[in-house]
């Protein structure tokens, strides 16, 4: 916008001297007829969608551990750790003996500061109890049956608690683990873990980082316990490594309430973003200057969930995949683009919401559009760390409510000489 202005006054500059051969320069003289055109397209949106599962396990920079109540907002959550490589052996001089029994075991977890916004600070404050319980979640199903994992959340393989007041809560925790269940599985050579709180009141636990497990163990021939330190690993990745290792990840055992229709999603749990693949007028890509551009979308409220006011960025971002029929890839690959910025919302706003899509136009020039869809894909800040939804106005809803692209644009100059 500064240059676009610096461009004008230089243009009046230009202009106020005495030009016989005006018309030879349409863009500095204003005798020309230069125009902006102002222009609405309503029909623009080809295809809408909430995509669903975001962040890929394995990729979330911290596992929240989620508890809510009410009606409208019982989302629960756990965070699922690998050790996959326990040796199973403990050295004896030159030669090695089994584990045969465990003194002691316990797990380090380190606890994130939660200060994104005035709920995650309230909640660090409350004088209540707070259970962190750790499972024994290891299964003979496939690495990725998460059904499985989820089932494996039961009385009878509980191996740990720790429970302190939630606003005493230190930043490290050392939860004591059952000596028992912990010897079965180094005799085998791995443990998975999952994690899980609870309180009498919501809660959130944001853990940063699982550190390591710690056990002291013995074996035939040894006269004392022998300290063995492991960290998070983790045996598999996706097919061709197209999956991060997983070594920790998150799942959501009692997910978001399914969003109404004729609206897109945006975040929640597990996350949703927003799809949206446009069709612009070729000249309005190719053979126009665009002043200004903006994706207008209509919010509809959410209201009723604990944290229907807190305050997100909402991220535009653009696809940069070439699958028209794979909505999931193209709503996984995104990249910025100059001037697309980000809205700062809560679930419970209304009303119109602008993306600005000037910097984006330029971008999708470079490339056909049978090449690259012209994709939209908006994502929340925090998905897969906090359970805000939105839910904007789909091509599906009444026709003052979907959404549109307003442009303004001036006709492509010719600046060859005549």
Known sequence: MLLAAITVVVAAGACSEDFTGGGACPLLCPESGVEIINDTLDAVVVLDSSVRGFPLPGTESRLTLLQRFGSGDTVITAG???????????????????????????????????QLDSFSRRDTLKRVPVTIDVYDVDTAASDFD?????????????????????????????VRLDTAAVRARV???????????????????????????????????????????????????????DLPALDRYLIVLRGTPAPPPQVLAVGGLPAQRGYIR???????????????????????????????????????????????????????????????????????????????????IPFWRRTPEAELPRVIVLRSSREGEFPSEFHFYSSEAPAHLRPRVEISYIPRVDFSLP
């Open 80 to 114: 699922i750790v690998r050790f996959d490589f326990i040796p199973k052996t403990l050295p004896i001089g030159a030669d090695s003996a089994l584990v045969a029994k465990v003194d002691s075991a316990e797990l380090r977890l380190s606890i994130a500061s939660a």
């Open 278 to 360: 446009l069709s612009l007028p070729s000249n309005l890509v190719d053979s126009v200057t665009v002043v200004r551009a903006a994706l207008v979308l209509t919010q509809a409220p959410v209201r009723g969930r604990t944290d229907d006011t807190v305050r997100t960025p909402i991220q535009a971002n653009v696809s940069i995949a070439r699958d028209l029929l794979d909505i999931g890839r193209a709503s996984l690959l995104v990249r910025s683009t100059p001037g697309l910025f980000e809205q700062t919302r809560a679930p419970s706003d209304s009303g119109l919401v602008r993306f600005e899509l000037a910097g984006t």
């Open 146 to 174: 998460t059904a499985a994992v989820r089932a494996r959340f039961r009385p009878s393989t509980l191996i740990g608690s720790y429970t302190v007041r939630r606003d005493s809560l230190p930043d490290s925790v050392f």
């Open 187 to 241: 005799q085998e050579g791995r443990l998975r873990v999952g994690l899980r709180i609870r309180s009498d009141s919501s809660m959130q636990v944001p853990v940063a980082a699982i550190n390591f497990l710690r056990f002291w163990a013995r074996a035939p021939g040894l006269d004392t316990a022998v300290l063995r330190t492991v960290g998070p690993s983790s045996s598999s990745t996706g097919e061709g490594g």
